[in-house]
């Protein structure tokens, strides 16, 4: 069965360091999505993409988040400079439709700020 | 932001006998709900859905029940097996206020099934 994976499985990076998350989606999928989840809190929404641009964003999604689909394949979420309360898990979904359809999520990528 | 509600953090229940795991959510906007299954060190696994048209959904051993005047939605899991012991949340999406499909999801419960 296709799945969502995503890499690194957990990354460590120094506070004020630039981080890319990496993700590819499920091949026939054309809506794409960032969450969160800090630790013992909720899953959160970051940013829907679509048709190559942005379709939504969560106030969370400050100007140091972007988000690019650089090829056919891979999906990647930038953290320009990151603060200590960046660390959280951090998971990609995509989805056929983003009406109806359920969204499909990798195991997601453990990110940790020294 | 409470949109979506999942009281109880926790549930323990024998194998073999009913599990049912409940959700609210105070948005009348929400028409279309899910609930995943989220295992440690992985990701939701979508189990079952529903949308607002209907009241009930059925799956195998997973049914989800929609009460729309109560704002209330259950997953109930017959019979319960040991491998269902996971972090269940509850999920919805909003077609009229966002048409990108964002989900906003529940707190979670953690279902214990034992043997």
């Known amino acids: 069965e296709p799945e969502v994976t995503q890499t690194p499985s957990h990354q460590v990076t120094q506070m004020g360091q630039e981080v890319i998350l990496r993700c590819v989606p499920i091949?026939?999928?054309?809506?794409f999505y960032w969450y969160r989840q800090i630790l013992g809190q909720k899953v959160e929404f970051l940013v829907s993409f679509y048709n190559n641009e942005i379709s939504e964003k969560s106030e969370i999604f400050d100007d140091q988040f972007s988000v690019e689909r650089p090829d056919g394949s891979n999906f990647t979420l930038k953290i320009r400079s990151t603060k200590l309360e960046d660390s959280a898990m951090y998971f990609c979904?995509?989805?056929?439709?983003?009406?109806?359809?359920?969204?499909?999520f990798g195991d997601g990528t453990r990110l940790s700020i020294l | 932001d409470q949109q979506v509600k999942q009281n109880s953090p926790s549930l323990s229940v024998q194998e073999g006998r009913i599990s049912i795991l409940n959700c609210d959510y105070t948005?009348?906007?929400?028409?279309?709900f899910l609930w995943y299954k989220k295992y440690p060190a992985e990701g939701p696994t979508f189990l079952i859905s529903i949308s607002s048209i209907k009241d009930k959904n059925e799956d195998g051993r997973f049914t989800v029940f929609l009460n729309k005047s109560a704002k209330h939605l259950s997953l109930h899991i017959v019979p319960s097996q040991p491998g269902d012991s996971a972090v269940y949340f509850c999920a919805a999406s909003a077609r009229v206020s966002s048409n990108t499909g964002k989900l906003i999801f529940g707190q979670g419960t953690t279902l214990q099934v034992k043997p």
């Open positions: 979904a995509s989805t056929a439709q983003a009406l109806g359809q359920p969204q499909h």
């Open positions: 948005n009348s906007m929400f028409d279309y």
């Open positions: 091949s026939n999928h054309l809506y």
